[in-house]
């Protein structure tokens, strides 16, 4: 049962990023992935989900933060029952895309709501929340609970005294902060370990930014209880936060409390809290993890496949594009781990006979055709490590190539009637560096 009429809020722990708070009848689930792989099979939990698609029964709202599917699992969406999904309210920030509200839809839930950007809504007499658009992408949420303030930051990027300021400035004072505390894509490639090292470095020094401006009675360490588990990406787990240690810096140099959750584990705000247990169990299944290696096995894709892919891509840029021909032309060079090596234009794919070219970054074949064929594609590439730069600064090279085709997974796209949209995207991307460099 969850907290009733006047009573603390209560959080159950799902997994990852997911997590239920139960107040006043209302049941909030924010992010639920509770199963399999994400990014295209570079992703995997640390440690089981024993939240099951029979306690959806217990959501009343259900809200994405954004739609990488780590948050947004589309899988296990599909897999409620359709009875449960029609008792359900999706919640969800503004886009241009419409995908994530289009998928909803389609699914038969009660209603799909999106939300204002900045302006609090009532879910019921005692809990309201307000969802911040984190510039083009991405959301936080704030809610208040029987006078508890949550701040759900996921994988918002408030990393300067002046941007965590200006969410302040909006939801008030925060009793439980929850934060990233891990890096989440790639850094380096295997021998660049001290990448990576700076990149989990980089994630305490933004804790502390966010503790030292937001106040926090309690913190909340969390959207990063994965690892990675394919053999191309494996590397990666070297230098990965563990939270057992990110909860001891939380409290012995931020002096915070650190709530850290086991997946199905409970806690009632502001009742005392032993965080150890469930982070030495993390940490238990971590160490479990590596020691049994990468789960997942790549799949070659033969030459006409690619081709085929690399046409169909071409054709979609064009076609979403017109004004395509006023940027510069761009190509990049791939080194296929179970081939050749190849040349990427807006023309297509050419297989080079030669393999003494430098290419710009190598990745197996499987991998290339996801970004041919999946818009999201080249982002989850990015997310999964998946590759390793063949020279330096090859992999700027090569997302650049799929840059456009990012925007245009989220509605932007070279027309007359679309540069409004772009023009607002510059604006935003001032303000951030205004706001970053306040403080």
């Not at 502390?208 to 360490?221: L, S």
């Not at 081709?307 to 071409?314: H, I, N």
């Not at 290419?359 to 197996?364: E, G, I, L, Y």
């Not at 796209?413 to 772009?422: D, E, H, K, V, Y």
Request: glycine share 6%; charged share 25%; aromatic share 10%.
């Amino acid at each position: 049962m969850g907290a009733g009429v006047g009573l603390p809020p209560t959080i159950e722990w799902v997994n990852h990023a997911g997590f239920l708070l139960e107040a006043d009848g209302v049941g909030l689930l924010s992010d639920p992935w509770l199963s399999g792989t994400a990014f295209n099979r570079g992703w995997r939990h640390i440690s089981p989900t024993r939240f099951t698609l029979e306690d959806f029964a217990r959501v009343t709202h259900l809200w994405f933060s954004h739609q990488h599917p780590d948050h947004f699992a589309p899988a296990d969406l599909r897999r409620i029952d359709p009875g449960i999904r029609a008792r359900i309210v999706v919640l969800y920030h503004h886009t241009i895309d419409k995908k994530v509200v289009r998928f909803c839809e389609s699914l038969g839930f009660r209603e799909l709501r999106e939300l204002r950007d900045r302006e609090w809504v009532a879910l019921s007499p005692s809990v309201e929340i307000l969802c911040g658009t984190w510039f083009d992408r991405d959301s936080w949420l704030a809610v208040r609970a029987n006078g508890t303030t949550f701040l759900n930051l996921n994988d918002c990027v408030v990393d300067s005294p002046g941007l965590a300021r200006k969410i302040r400035s909006l939801c008030g004072n925060v009793d439980v902060l929850l934060t990233q505390f891990s890096y989440a894509e790639w850094a380096g490639n295997p021998e660049d370990a001290r990448l990576r090292e700076a990149s989990a470095a980089e994630k305490l020094r933004r804790i502390r930014i966010q503790c030292e401006t937001f106040e926090p009675a309690w913190v909340i360490p969390f959207a990063s209880f994965i690892y990675w588990c394919h053999p191309e990406n494996f590397f990666m787990n070297d230098e990965m936060n563990e939270v057992l240690d990110v909860a001891s810096f939380i409290e012995s140099r931020l002096h915070r409390r650190p709530i850290v959750l086991y997946p199905g584990d409970r806690w009632t705000a502001g009742k005392p809290h032993d965080w150890q247990e469930a982070a030495r169990a993390y940490h238990r299944d971590f160490r479990d993890r590596i020691a049994e290696g990468a789960t997942e096995v790549p799949k070659s894709v033969d030459e006409a496949t690619l081709a085929r892919g690399a046409e169909q891509f071409a054709a979609r840029l064009a076609k979403r594009n017109p004004l395509l021909s006023m940027l510069p032309a761009t190509t990049t060079v791939v080194r296929l781990l179970d081939g050749g090596l190849v040349r990427l234009s807006r023309r297509g794919i050419e297989f080079l006979a030669s393999a003494d070219e430098t290419a710009d970054v190598r990745m197996h074949s499987e991998s290339l055709l996801f970004c041919l064929k999946t818009p999201w594609g080249a982002n989850a590439l990015h997310v999964n490590g998946r590759f390793t730069a063949e020279r330096p600064g090859g992999e700027r090279r090569f997302f650049d190539f799929f840059k456009l085709a990012d925007w245009n997974d989220h509605g932007f796209t070279l027309t007359l009637n679309g540069l409004p949209a772009w023009l607002g995207l510059l604006n935003e991307r001032i303000e951030r560096r205004v706001y970053a460099r306040l403080g």
